[in-house]
């Protein structure tokens, strides 16, 4: 089955600065990548997805890339705030008989200072 | 409002206690799964539906039931509790299994097994 690698574990940066997450996915047939980012005391949700067909998506301060041939996708936020800290997922979605189950990593936890 | 409803939202309970997680969706959706969440390991998917009658395995199926005798509702259900089964309980939905999309999230269940 597939397996999803995250790093890092944690990261911790200043208000202003930018972070990066990165993925990696181990089945060549997942066509579909999508981030969750878990709020202290909520359940996760979805704040960017690209799909393989795309190699980079922006919205607002967060963009996210997707290398397939390095089998690597990764999340950019720009000018964090403090409002960004909190547990984001990645996840590579693969098509499997007429269903299209997510393999979640296993998370990151940013922490942004003021 | 859409939302996935679970309850309960906390739960203390003794080894070998019979108890019920129930999980119930508003937005007509065909897929919904349970996750477990427990620190350093991510989201682990217990059970999964594709449909009314129709559930599968997850990766960490052990301990746990589930049915899904309506589209709205797919309770999680631990026959016989034991401590290794303390965690953080989710139930997502998402609209369609053949084709990748959001996966919405209740606020989640946490059980504690003593």
């Known amino acids: 089955g597939e397996n999803v690698e995250q790093h890092p574990s944690t990261l911790s940066v200043q208000e202003g600065d930018s972070a990066v997450i990165k993925c990696t996915y181990s089945?060549?047939?997942?066509?579909?990548f999508p981030w969750y980012k878990q709020e202290l005391g909520k359940g996760p949700q979805l704040i960017i997805d690209i799909r393989s067909n795309v190699g980079e998506k922006k919205d607002q301060r967060i963009a996210v890339t997707l290398n397939k041939t390095a089998k690597h996708f990764s999340l950019h936020i720009t000018e964090t705030q403090p409002e960004d800290s909190a547990v984001y997922f990645c996840?590579?979605?693969?098509?499997?008989?007429?269903?299209?189950?997510?393999?979640f990593g296993r998370g990151t936890s940013l922490i942004v200072h003021p | 409002e859409a939302q996935v409803t679970q309850n309960p939202r906390y739960l203390i309970t003794v080894t070998g206690k019979k108890l019920t997680v129930t999980c119930s969706q508003n937005?007509?959706?065909?897929?919904m799964s349970w996750y477990r969440q427990d620190p350093g390991l991510g989201l682990r998917q217990i059970y999964y539906s594709m449909n009314v009658e129709v559930t599968d395995k997850g990766d960490v199926p052990e301990g746990y039931k589930v049915s899904r005798k309506e589209k709205r509702n797919f309770p999680l259900i631990l026959e016989s509790p034991s401590p290794n089964q303390t965690s953080l309980y989710f139930c997502?939905?998402?609209?369609?299994?053949?084709?990748?999309?959001?996966?919405?999230f209740g606020e989640g269940s946490r059980l504690t097994v003593l």
């Open positions: 996840a590579a979605g693969t098509p499997s008989g007429g269903s299209y189950i997510p393999t």
């Open positions: 997502a939905s998402s609209f369609s299994t053949g084709v990748a999309g959001e996966l919405f």
């Open positions: 089945d060549s047939a997942s066509n579909y």
């Open positions: 937005m007509n959706h065909e897929y």
